[in-house]
């Protein structure tokens, strides 16, 4: 009998894997409760404590201040551990804590004292951002921040400097003093925040797979400098693994970084001396480590439909994580605004190796730089995106790659459109209506792979050209005319130059207005195709998908086919002449 029973056991077990899980999270719950509707948890952590492989968290309306660490990941794409917010719902989670105790030291500067432990084991203001290719501009930064009614404060470089909008901390042995100047209101009778968590969303190991997160409004997050060299810790982020899905949030006010794909964590954080010959030893590292970087066990995320804003690094940010990835539909703005400190890695979208990553139908406006991709963009496709109000750098910035990437179907509209100091690349329908540089890199050698792999097969520097231009639509002051100083000869065909006074491109809210010239449907081009652009001249591949099939660029911006022997230049094909409008969002 008591075999039989074990037996029957046996037999139910796969039957009760199949059951999922929806775990309930509410402000009113326990979480000492089951986590069922009847009797929801209080925490979300408290939910990741229980979730298993397959189950869902659902979050019901509120204010969350909680750090959620996922202990364990999803067994597949199929069995993820979901968390979302309740439809309909506003579910937020915030890395600040409300303060009250304010006390007036003079005119509209007030100070608060917490004792350490209000912080636990992490205090950002004695937390200094640092790190490689980080600049402080003689002067230090803090992780902490201080938000009165949701309007993000600025830190002051001196107590004495503690004047509109700023504020000022010092930490000792047993208390953290915050001053904060709050002009012409009592901090008391306001909603004021300050940073006391480093991340909102993060695993605090790797290999967490198969998570989703969905519908949240996720702010206020002390994150840390993160370049390529190191773990790179985000509001929200993936922690070296594989299969996330980040969707529909909104993600905001992060001292560093919004959304991060990154690396994990080593003893050689932080330690390349700012070279070159650092991060290639950052990716030997990563090849030889316990969750070794392969297309089998890292990246594959998918980043869509995110509302990105008030960072002050990148909106999204990834090394060597972010490869085989797809970010597709974010708004992304307000990125590297404030500019109290300066350095590398500052964007929109940072990515060192882009592997077969896809960036698509994504609005990027109001950064000091809109994508920048660096290092090992191989079978990177960037495909109708909008750019516009970046700067004072460029909508796009091509680093130290050899191809093959793809860059086609985007409305370049920042003063500088595209900074090239790669080759290999493949520009096809764009609209470039701002400056086009090119420029060798003949100091650093950098990695190209086989077709779609991360293995590296070579290093080089950068000679310059070996590009493809065919089919966009060239305002002036762009221009190719630099591709002619470059070493490697191009392909260059089917594009058209104008004057800004004979095709003037500007946006009204979510509307582009451009005058056509008559000119434009008369051009000779013709359909771009794996074909027509050939191989790389260093890594010898074609321009391909990522999984290895032909590719045709026969579609345009919006998604409208394209004519398949003579497409029209540009993103938009067969456009009414004279003053049009699309709408672009």
């Known amino acids: 009998m008591k075999y039989a029973l074990t037996l029957v056991a046996l037999l139910l077990m796969p039957l009760a894997a199949l059951h999922a899980t929806e775990l309930q999270v509410a402000i009113t719950g326990n979480d000492s409760n089951p986590g069922t509707p009847a009797k929801p948890l209080r925490t979300i952590q408290r939910a990741a404590d229980l979730a298993q492989p397959g189950d869902t968290i659902t979050v019901h309306e509120g204010v969350y201040r909680e750090r959620v660490n996922p202990p364990r990941g999803g067994a597949s794409d199929k069995k993820r551990i979901v968390y979302q917010a309740a439809l309909g719902e506003k579910v937020e ?32 203001y004695s937390d200094l951002i640092r790190g490689d290719w980080f600049n402080d501009k003689k002067r230090p930064h803090h992780t902490g921040a201080v938000y009165l009614n949701g309007e993000w404060f600025s830190e002051a470089a001196t107590l004495e400097g503690v004047t509109n909008a700023l504020w000022f901390a010092k930490v000792d042995d047993k208390t953290t003093t915050i001053w904060a100047h709050f002009k012409r209101v009592n901090p008391n009778d306001q909603f004021v925040e300050i940073n006391v968590r480093q991340t909102v969303f993060y695993p605090d190991k790797p290999g967490r797979n198969f998570i989703t997160v969905r519908g949240f409004t996720m702010q206020h997050a002390a994150t840390p400098w993160a370049p390529p060299t190191a773990e790179q810790i985000g509001l929200i982020g993936t922690h070296w693994s594989k299969g ?8 905001s006010h992060s001292i560093c970084s919004g959304i991060a794909l990154g690396k994990h964590g080593d003893q050689f954080d932080n330690t390349s001396a700012n070279s070159a010959e650092g991060y290639v ?18 990246g594959h995320h998918i980043v869509r439909n995110n509302l990105i804003s008030h960072c002050e690094q990148a ?30 890695e500052m964007a929109g979208i940072k990515f060192h190796a882009a592997i077969d990553t896809e960036i698509r139908n994504n609005y990027i406006h109001h950064t000091t730089r809109g994508l920048w991709l660096d290092w090992m963009a191989q079978g990177t496709r960037v495909t109708q995106n909008l ?34 100091m790669s080759q290999g690349g493949a520009y096809a329908h764009n609209l470039f209506a701002g400056k086009i540089i090119s420029r060798p890199e003949l100091r650093r050698e950098t990695p190209w792979h086989p077709a779609h792999s991360t293995k590296v097969a070579g290093l080089v520097n950068i000679k310059g050209g070996d590009n493809r231009f065919y089919n966009n639509i060239l305002i002036a002051p762009a221009s190719l005319a630099e591709y002619e100083k470059r070493e490697f000869p191009s392909q260059i065909a089917g594009n058209v130059s104008y004057e800004p006074a004979q095709i003037a491109a500007k946006m009204a809210g ?15 081009t013709t359909l771009v195709t794996t074909k027509l652009l050939g191989k ?9 998908t990522p999984n290895g099939s032909p590719l045709t660029i026969d579609t345009d911006y ?8 003579n497409p029209t230049p540009g993103p938009f094909e067969n456009p009414d002449t004279g003053p049009v409008r699309f709408r672009v969002r």
Not at 321 to 338: E, L, M, P, W, Y
Not at 395 to 418: K, R, T, W
């Open 315 to 344: 909106g999204i940010v990834g090394s060597l994580g972010c490869a085989f990835s797809t970010v597709t539909g974010n708004v992304i703005h307000d990125i590297h605004v404030r500019q109290l400190f300066t350095g590398a």
């Open 93 to 124: 989670i915030k890395g600040s804590e409300v303060v009250k105790g304010w006390t007036k030291v003079q005119g509209d500067v007030w100070k608060v004292t917490l004792p350490n432990s209000f912080f636990g084991k992490f205090n950002p």
């Open 244 to 251: 996330w899905i980040i969707e529909n949030n909104i993600v």
């Open 536 to 544: 790389t001249k260093i890594a010898r591949l074609p321009y391909e």
């Open 387 to 420: 750019f516009h109000d970046n700067g004072p750098r460029e909508d796009l910035y091509m680093e130290v790659n050899h191809g093959p990437f793809v860059v086609d179907n985007n409305i370049f509209l920042s003063p500088i459109a595209l900074l090239d």
């Open 558 to 565: 919006s998604g409208k086919k394209r004519n398949s022997t």
């Open 281 to 298: 030893k950052t990716i030997e590292r990563a090849h030889a480590h316990a969750i070794p970087w392969t297309k089998e066990n890292i």
């Open 510 to 524: 979510i509307l582009l207005q451009i005058t056509v010239p008559d000119s434009l449907p008369a051009a000779k």
